[in-house]
């Protein structure tokens, strides 16, 4: 899809959007003036408020506000203009002779200008009016929150004897949210980082920000798809060439080299060479660059902090933002930035972590043949493999471009970029380095010699990985096959036996289970790694075969084992354990887990720390009950906020559709089974095959009925062991199975069903959700309302437990209690209606209206007349279904109301839109 972009122009002065724009970043002054105009207006007695800032710091703009709140509040407002001058005053102390006993606000600015007979003049006319109903802002500027000058001050001390004075809270720096719509208002599009990064530099003051975007955006600014940024590419986004910010432009440069003028000489000297060393930087290494004792870098350090160039950790010192970091490098001549590099390796080469910070300066400056320099980025790159595999991935790619092709030492640098990547999440990128470093190798006269064919091996197992993770399973199978065969004549490798099994397992290879069998039969023969991934293998297998309580405790070794080893796993034990304790009800555990595996993954890791822990949770937050956060955590899954593993991405979308179809947004859930039908297919043998089908039966039902889920499910039923996986998904799931096929007259299923939940049963007996999916399950189909109640109360799953309520209360309403039929089903309804389970509890208000029984369902909300934020939330899903093709009956059946209601909404929606028909309303939604 094509980019729109377009130029950003400096707003002209007498059309500027700014002097319009809400104030920014000023809430809490505001609400004190608020405050301050209500205490006046209940006292009847005059208060003083001062407003003191810098030059620049807003208050101008701070008392337009106050006094547009004035007005609004009813309050005379007189301020004096021009602003500051001693005509100003009187024009004021005129003014106020006929203001009579009003409520009135006084509006002052840049007193600090006045002379000191006017100031009198004012403080004798607020003397003279203390008793009256006035609010007085007044404001002055300071110089760095220095105090007023003595005639000011003079006025100041003789007012606070005789009126309240309160001072305005502290006019600082724009931050946060509110910078990056100060920074939407100026350039008329929301801000990207790298625009936010410029305008955090020099956030002084709100005008500076200003000032610096009108100086940009004739040229330097542009807005591409409704997202304004810098033209030549991303600032604040990741570090380019293992730790060097992007380039600046040229006006920001010179703005900010324009402030470091201001700077001592031994502070600009030190920061210049801070910006040699990167940020953030250690002290000692500044200190030793500079060849001056610790005590020296105390009044530059000091300084760079209070100009807002330089932040203190607890170990270390780094630079505010990056771009003031690129400004201050780019300062230091090239030559002479290359010999400080040097020494700066040199110096840190001999301590415990010298490897890695020397490597940081020596990829910059190294040059072909240069075999000591290539020699400490190689083993940098290695050191920092799990702990930064970013910085990892950029040394070693970089060393590559250093060596020629097919040489053993750019091979197993391929082998460590590769790796890095993959942990970082870049997994296109790593695939590409893989098979480009194999290509180069090809040439070469075979046989290969022993020590190049093992890394040529090695890089084939460590490709199999990504492309598992990528999701290209048949070709990580095909590849850690090759990388396998191989090394037949010595051990195997660990990455390759791994995503080999993965794979297998994943194709539906039936010995994928009995070649981890093999493995966990001969431990002495394997590494760690490899006995856990054949443990976590074992356990899917164990799962299957419905064996959930020894599933979860062979993951449990798995992931015991696993922290014993001596390398992180790329496949963590910990996210299958995860999936499984949350299936088994074991919410705090799953929680304890996922925070775990988050904690121990590199803050680097990109997708690998923030796609896959966010899955773990979407499907955690789904069994709690809570939709949005469930649906937040997905879309982070499937990678429509970032980066994504699209392994793992079937899951995400499966709560995605499961949270659609719990609000009863059918289309948007078929929408998302769609996407997951088309972008990620399904192998029978696939651990979402048998969930997607489940989903899909019970989309049928919402959409059409009961006979039309029946077909899915006897598909599901046709293959070995898919219905036992059905109903492990959800604990609810079983028992919506016997319902459904219960009112679509097919007991074959029913029966099939229940056989499923009781041969789990016999298995894991000491399970307390199997132990109430079954009885669920088998008392809803034998109508035993005592068995469902027990099994309510058994329920962990909060649907599941809404779910039992529901159905205690239809066999109550066979028996003919409607009593307490009616608690059971407003229970019920309250508990959909907590968990936003918005068709389900539609389902269970319909059930009590025909028992005479109506529960409000409606809030009061301000809405438009007209347009889709006039719609009402009923309006607005019958909007949905009808634009979605159902015709009135499939809605209204859908919504649990009648024909006739769902054509009263239709008149109401098509009133509100302004249209006249079906067609315009899918017209006006597409």
Known sequence: MERSEKVISGPASARDPISRAEVRGREKQLAQTSAQLRRVARGGRGTVLLVAAAPGAGKTRLLAEAARLADADGFVVVGGVPAGSDAAIEAARTRLRHAGGARTAVVLDDLHLASPPALTTLCDVMVALRGHPILWVLAFATDRGDAPHEPLKDCLGRLRAVLPVERVRELGPIEGEALALLVADCTGAAPDPALLALAESVNDTPRAVIELLRGLADDDLCAVDGTSRPRFGPIGGPLVGGGVPAPVPKRFSMLIQQNLRSLSEPTLKALRLAAVLGSPFAPEDLSALLGEAPVGLLAAVDEAVDRGLLVCGEHDLAFRTEPIW?????????????????????????????????????????????????????????????????????????????????????????????????????????????????????????????????????????????????????????????????????????????????????????????????????????????????????????????????????????????????????????????????????????????????????????????????????????????????????????????????????????????????????????DHIRTLEKDFPQHASSPWWAARLLLNAQLAEAQADPLAAADVLAEIGARAGALREAVLEDPAAAAWCVRSMLAADRPDLVGMVIDTTEHLLVRNRRLPSVLATAMHARALAEGDADALARAGRLHRNPWAQAAAAEDHAALLLDRGDHENAISELDRAMSAYGALGGERDAARVRARLRRLGVRRRHWTHAKRPVSGWESLTKTERKVAELVAGGLTNQQAARHLFISPHTVGFHLRQIYRKLGIRSRTALIRLRA
């Open 326 to 670: 690129r400004v201050l490098l780019d300062s230091v001549p090239p030559p002479v930035c290359a010999l400080l590099r040097r020494q700066a390796a040199a110096m840190m080469l001999p301590r415990s972590d010298g490897v890695e910070r020397a490597a940081l300066q020596l990829v910059h400056v190294a040059q072909p043949g240069n075999a000591d320099e290539i020699r400490v980025i190689s083993e940098g790159a290695r050191k920092l493999l799990i702990a930064d595999p970013s910085t990892a991935a950029s040394l070693a790619t970089r060393c590559m471009e250093l060596l020629p092709p097919g040489r053993a030492e750019r091979v197993r640098l391929a082998r460590t970029a590769v790796e890095a990547c993959t942990r970082a999440g870049h997994l296109e990128r790593a695939i590409t380095l893989a098979k480009a470093a194999i290509d180069d190798t090809a040439p070469l006269a075979p046989p290969l010699p022993a020590e190049l064919a093992e890394d040529v091996a090695a890089l084939q197992a460590s490709m199999s990985t990504a492309l598992l993770l990528l999701g290209n399973v048949q070709s990580a199978r095909r590849a850690a096959g090759d990388a396998l065969a191989a090394r037949h004549g010595g051990g195997q490798h660990r990455e390759a036996m791994i995503a080999h099994l993965a794979a297998s397992y994943l194709t539906g290879d039936g010995t994928a289970v009995d070649r981890a069998h093999r493995i966990l039969d001969a431990p002495d023969r394997h590494t760690r790694a490899v006995l856990v991934g054949a443990m976590t293998f074992h356990a899917f297998g164990q799962w299957r075969d419905g064996e959930v309580g020894e599933a979860v405790s062979t993951l449990r070794e798995a992931v015991a084992l696993d922290r014993t080893g001596e390398e992180a796993q790329i496949l963590d034990p910990r996210w299958f354990l995860a999936f499984a304790l949350t299936r088994t009800d074991e919410y705090e555990q799953a929680a304890a887990v996922i925070q775990s595996s988050a904690a121990t993954s590199a803050p680097e890791s990109g997708a690998l720390t923030a796609a896959v822990p966010a899955v773990l949770r979407a499907q955690l937050h789904l069994a709690q009950g809570r939709l949005d956060e469930a649906e937040g955590e997905a879309r982070t899954g499937v990678g429509t906020d970032g980066s994504h593993v699209p392994m793992l991405a079937p899951q995400a979308w499966l709560v995605l559709a499961s949270v659609a179809l719990r609000r009863g947004s059918l289309t948007q859930a078929e």
